[in-house]
């Protein structure tokens, strides 16, 4: 009894430390059934949240001067580790060490399909608040950020706040400033809709090898919500900067590509419906995916099924399913 009245003691004292800003979530994802090349599969509980973003086991704590947080991805078996501390010295600066990225604007679909931000790493981020001013510096320095007189990546960004919406700017470098990255945005919403347009440019060695530019749009009509993603890139040079293939739009050929995601959400039947149709590149078709699903809950738990469907040259099906509870 003495043990479990310590137990419980010490853990009192961690949430009164943290003035009980402690947040966690755990996810597991699966399939229900899958079609792919001729071959049925079903039935399979294995976590497809492989990057940092789609965090399995994610915690958090925050306080008045200080916090952190960590996440786990299934990459396998919880081995990617994605952490990081905070801290704010004076009211008007914060400092994170650890795990840092920062973007100009960010389509609130899929949360990772904008090319317009300086991509996750190890290393410092300073945050700037003077005002509608904010101002924010960035370094990979998960090696070394300065070694033997070459620097790693460095980015900076800088944004200014009003009525009419948002404008930033981004600047970034590496591979010791043979590449360098810039770009602009503007952020805003009129008439409860909400838009961003955005643009970026691209160097290697000094020739200039990639443009990108973005469009984003999301409003509701009375329970209906609707929301648009369109990227569009021209590379002379794929290999130059960011290459994803998973992105709408990216830069993982040479000439244009013109990507599309967009989502049509809805009630039914006690639950939120939605429709998600995701095209990397349109200018060179190969298949075209279109996902109905729902979402709900069950008390603390919150779930996700999908009818996950690439339709084109091949067709796949996949009924991907996801269970999260937040506490």
Do not use: R
């Not at 430390?17 to 509980?45: E, H, M, Y």
């Not at 973007?103 to 609130?108: A, D, N, P, S, Y």
């Not at 599309?260 to 190969?286: C, H, I, M, R």
């Not at 279109?290 to 690439?310: H, R």
């Amino acid at each position: 009894m003495k043990k479990i009245m310590t137990a419980v003691a010490a853990v009192a004292m961690a949430g009164s430390l943290f003035a009980a800003d402690v947040a966690a979530k755990v996810q597991i994802a699966g399939s229900l059934f899958n079609l792919k090349d001729s071959k049925v599969t079903a039935l399979n509980v294995k976590d497809d949240a492989t990057e940092s973003y789609k965090a399995a086991v994610q915690m958090s704590v925050s306080g008045d001067k200080a916090g952190a947080s960590v996440s786990y991805a299934n990459k396998p078996a919880l081995t990617q580790v994605s952490h990081n501390i905070w801290f704010a010295p004076v009211d008007a600066l914060k400092i994170t060490v650890g795990n840092v990225d920062t973007t100009l604007v960010q389509e609130k679909m899929d949360w990772c399909n904008s090319e317009t931000h300086f991509e996750p790493g190890y290393g410092y981020k300073a945050e700037v608040k003077a005002g509608a001013v904010g101002i924010e510096a960035l370094l990979k320095a998960d090696s070394n950020w300065l070694n033997d007189g070459k620097i790693d990546e460095t980015a900076a960004k800088v944004a200014f706040g009003a009525d009419f919406g948002t404008v930033s700017a981004l600047f970034e470098m590496k591979d010791n400033a043979k590449k360098l990255a810039f770009g602009a945005a503007f952020e805003g919403n009129a008439g409860g809709v909400s838009y961003f347009v955005d643009a970026m440019g691209y160097m290697a060695s000094s020739t200039f090898t990639n443009v990108h530019a973005e469009a984003y749009v999301s409003t509701a009509i009375d329970a209906i919500g609707i929301t648009v993603f369109l990227p569009f890139s021209y590379a002379l040079d794929k290999a130059a900067w960011y290459n994803q293939t998973w992105h709408v739009g990216a830069s993982t050929t040479d000439g244009a590509q013109l990507g599309t995601t967009a989502k049509v959400t809805f009630p039914v039947a006690g639950v939120n419906g939605y429709v998600y149709v995701k095209e990397n590149d349109w200018l060179n078709f190969s298949s075209v995916e279109v996902t109905p699903g729902v979402t709900g809950s069950c008390g603390a738990m919150n779930y996700e099924v999908k009818l996950q469907m690439n339709i084109g040259k091949a067709f796949t099906l996949d009924v991907p399913v996801t269970y999260t509870v937040n506490f």
